[in-house]
């Protein structure tokens, strides 16, 4: 088990948006799940919380009850080796949800997500400033991220 991971609080979907995560992430699965007992919170033998990984990595989704949603402050990065796993997180991430800008999505539970091609740090941090300022011009007008013309910017 890691020292520290995340808890991501829902309202009552901590169950269905892990089904979810872990449907779309290969090395994932389901690790455990606490009901509720008489002593709540809300009705005994529901879900309280459900623990689960994704690509390897700990989380807890938590039935908290509407008093706290997901802001962009927070997001989940997603390392893709290119445009193929760029298209594919993307497109299954964003069943539901919204798109933002610059590889930014919201999923239908509210959680932000950046779909961004490992490559793109490199491009943006390489010694050639004029370059990376093409890049970060050209990944601005961009809502999903495109590999091909952020290399060629």
Known sequence: MQKIHSMLWFDHQ???????????????KI???AKTTEAGPG?????????????????TALNGGPLFKFTE????????????????????LLQG??????????????LSWQVTPRILPELLMGKDKA???RVMQAMMKMVKLDV?????A
Do not use: H
């Open 14 to 28: 901590a169950e269905e948006a892990a089904n979810f995560y872990v449907s779309i992430f290969k090395n994932s």
């Open 31 to 33: 690790t455990a799940m």
């Open 43 to 59: 009705p005994a033998g529901t879900v309280l919380t459900v623990g689960f990984q994704l690509e390897g990595v700990d989380f």
């Open 73 to 92: 402050a927070v997001s989940l990065v997603i390392d893709c080796g290119g445009q193929d796993e760029v298209d594919y997180y993307w497109d299954k």
């Open 97 to 110: 949800g919204e798109p933002s800008a610059c590889g930014w999505l919201k999923d239908k539970y509210g």
């Open 131 to 133: 370059r990376a300022a």
């Open 148 to 152: 091909k013309t952020l290399e060629e």
